[in-house]
């Protein structure tokens, strides 16, 4: 590590401790919609992220080389009135904020009230949905995905970065110029479209006149500095910003450069979270190539500018907001990251190995940063066991901050969703999960409340359609669960319960997704896309070549284990009788422990037991065959996603008992296709082996998380063989039908000692679900959550 990128470093990291609001962008796009009333939205739209781009506080740091402030502060939240004013008028009442930006925040809440999104959609959704909505609301406290209730930008996506570096922005420009002189202005559909082309250009112009004032900036800042060195490179950024994005890269130091600024850009336009940077070591290895050989550029300095990126993507929070009543305080650290993940490795379009010496020159500078930035590795048959093999010790030295996911189940997935092979095999991670073709696919969350509380649909099975908690008839009438006479009663009355669930998901889906249309429509980020300016479409009316959305089940696992209980115990070995389950149910097990035990010991997902394994499998395939029947506005298709984030905290806290064992109100499995808690007691091959018998290549996405203890791969005379069996495990994993698989690298004694002590371990690092926190700025309940997950070091 450099010593300014020590620096650059420690000045991010001590930032991320308080991480504040900034109100700029609030400010300045209130500003330009009060001055835009009336016109199209989509042109609003396009003149607010200009003002914006105009207005917002700019400055170079002492040393940097890649330039750009996301916002005023040094680590800081943008805040997006046109989606909820609520929490920013919570926010008035804290010390977050300056005066003045109180005042200036006060202006836009005034302006937003009755306007947002959040009000709108209100309005949209029907009242035979809004008791079910108060289930769904409940279940789904911590706001995540583009949903009406989390309040976010339906900007979960790869943006085609390449297409930037080799076209500029002024490439696309032309290009939408040329698409405007082929409209026929007498019919009423092309005078939209030249809506939308106008609002893209407006876009495309507003990044380098945004860049142009870091040209500027660095202009004056290198004609007062005295030190020669630090002068030059201030003029070489002026020169830089210049020139890109506005025209193609030439240099590896420009595209660097160039993909900050849209990123910056898009970020303004409407965060969502999890705008990826997509298979950087494939679309920047050009460039450094080039460079490299023409003596412009050597390993260490492009390692260097790769790890002041990494610091730069730590400087942009994100907090969630939501329209349900919250605290700031409660979440914020475990939410409040943009996602924005780096792929690499993986195979090339051709079906070749494509890691490349950029690809370990990213692992070497997240080596040196090892912040908050998300990375990605790909995994398949022919990955080169050295560049695993170092993976695997960046993720084991920083704790887990590396995800790996199978090449061979990915590629299935996006060609069953209807990608050609070619982009399938292009594909990066966006967000915490979601495999997407950069540039190409927009696979966001679905809008409506996308995390289907899948133990919900049992639990209505158990009990005729009523949810236990309020007592209410939400779900269709599907029999007393007490003369149910075999599993297969009880399975069609759950498959019943799971149609009404996925349907109302849907339909609520279908009342909101059309408002991210008609009211946040993105014309900058339509325009990094494929398909967007060729059919004058915006990306949310599915303007994108492929278009896809994903809802991400909870409780899978639990569902699992809790019919294959019911089958063995109830109907197979007679055990105890459907009366006792169901009072044991309504009881929380109080007074029913010899039927606790019986169900407990039946067998669990994680073991390589055929018997719950197949059972579980039976609910993803349901589960994909239901989701399949419907389409989503802009002819989206729905997707499944066997993922849970940090939402099975709050969907169980809304469930009573279920039959595995698990009581009332307690989490559901975390991961997504993760073992429940202690339950996977056979080791972590066996865990494997249970999860690659899924037909994972059905959802879009599937995870799994694993917990070691550091001590069982610690000795360092033999951490070269232990590193090659962990490498040896995740490749067999992705071979043979696993999805994304991660780990922490934690033990229970060492977290109990941070709740405790957390000044000691202000930066440890853990996996909180497919993203990374620090573990002491987690609230309690995640805390718990993660101290609980199995500890399987020592048995592969």
Known sequence: MTDRVKILRRRVYEATFKPGYCVERAYYMTKSYMETEGEPMIIRRAKALKKILENMTIGIEEGELIVGKPTSKPVSSPLFPEIDWRYLEELINTNYLSMEEKEKLKEVVSYWRGKSFSDVASLRIPNTL??????????????????????????????????????????????????????????????????????????????????????????????????????????????????????????????????????IALAMEGLGPAIGFGRMDQYLYPFYKKDIEEGRLTKEHARELIAMFLIKMNELAFHFPGSHPFTIERYRSGGEYPLSTITLGGVTRDGLDATNELSYLFLDAEMDVGLLEDIAVRVHKDTPYSFLMKACEVARLLAGKIKFVSDETAIRQLIEDGKSLEDARDYAVTGCFIHTVPGRSHDPPMGGGNFPNLPLALELALNNGVHRATGKQIGPRTGDPRKFKSYDELWKAYQKQVEWLVRAHVTLTNCIMPLFYE??????????????????????????????????????????????????????????????????????????????????????????????????????????????????????????????????????????????????GEPFSDGGISPYYGRNINGITSTLRSVTKLDLWRTCAAVLNIKFNPSDIKEEDKIESKMRKFASLIKTFAKTGGDIIQFSFVNTEMLRDAQKNPEKYRDLLVRVATYSAYFVDLPKEIQEDIIRRTEMGGSY
């Open 130 to 263: 809004k008791e079910t909505i108060d289930v769904f609301s409940a279940g789904i406290e911590i706001p995540s995905g583009s949903s009406a209730f989390a309040n976010v930008h339906l900007a979960h996506c790869v943006p085609g970065y390449e297409k930037i570096l080799t076209k500029g922005l002024n490439g696309l420009i032309n290009d939408v110029e040329e698409t405007m002189a082929k409209l026929d202005l007498t019919k009423i559909e092309d005078i939209k479209k030249l809506n939308f082309l106008e609002a893209v250009k407006i876009a495309l112009q507003a990044v380098p006149s945004f860049a142009k004032r870091y040209a500027e900036l660095a202009k004056k800042l290198a004609e007062r500095e005295n030190d020669p060195q630090r002068k030059t490179e201030l003029e070489k950024i002026a020169e830089i910003c210049e020139w890109v994005p506005a025209n193609p890269a030439r240099t590896f130091h420009e595209a660097l450069q160039a993909i900050w600024f849209i990123y």
């Open 519 to 664: 009211l946040t429509p993105y014309p900058l980020l339509s325009a990094l896309f494929d398909g967007c300016i060729e059919r004058s479409k915006d990306i949310t009316e599915g303007g994108a070549l492929y278009n896809t959305g994903s809802f991400w089940f909870v409780g899978i696992v639990n569902v699992g284990d809790s019919l294959a209980a019911v089958k063995k115990v109830i109907f197979e070995d007679k055990r105890a009788s459907m009366d006792a389950l169901v009072d044991a149910l309504e009881k929380n097990f109080e007074g029913y422990e010899e039927l606790y035990h019986l169900l407990r010991n039946a067998p669990k997902f994680g073991n390589d037991d055929d018997y719950v394994d197949s059972i579980v499998n039976d609910i993803i395939c349901h589960l994909c065959e239901e989701v399949s029947k419907y389409v989503s506005f802009g002819g989206r298709k729905f997707t499944v996603a066997a993922a849970n984030v940090v939402a099975h905290i709050p969907c169980g806290r809304i469930i009573g008992a279920t039959p595995e064992g698990r009581r009332a």
